[in-house]
């Protein structure tokens, strides 16, 4: 069974850094590309983004180019999101995805709140 189980949200003053993580388990972690996503109150959840598989190549959204990174460790089974230099918009509910085929697994998200 798929768990993602996502962890390290929290209120940070603006400009300031927050790591996010998320533990998986329940699939062969390292052959999947893992995304994060975010929502923000009265918003479309919206693709934070992706690491592949092999290589290890992202993608990011336009809005956290230069201020995010996101990372893998397969012997852990862990991705990462390092925030920087957040802004008061990038506060949102944070979730880790999986997605297999037509099927998205979705952790529970963590809350992350950027205000001074």
């Known amino acids: 069974q798929v768990q993602l189980v996502e962890s390290g949200g929290g209120l940070v003053q603006p400009g300031g850094p927050l790591r996010l993580s998320c533990a998986a388990s329940g699939f062969t972690f390292s052959v999947y590309t893992m995304s994060w996503y975010r929502q923000a109150p009265g918003k479309e959840r919206e693709l934070v983004a992706s690491i592949r598989s092999a290589g290890g190549s992202t993608n990011y959204a336009d809005s956290v180019k230069g201020r995010f990174t996101i990372s893998r460790d397969n012997g852990k089974n862990t991705v990462y999101l390092q925030m920087n230099s957040l802004k008061p918009e990038d506060t949102a509910v944070y979730y880790c995805?999986?997605?297999?085929?037509?099927?998205?697994?979705w952790g529970q998200g963590t809350q992350v709140t950027v205000s001074s």
């Open positions: 995805n999986l997605r297999v085929g037509a099927m998205d697994y």
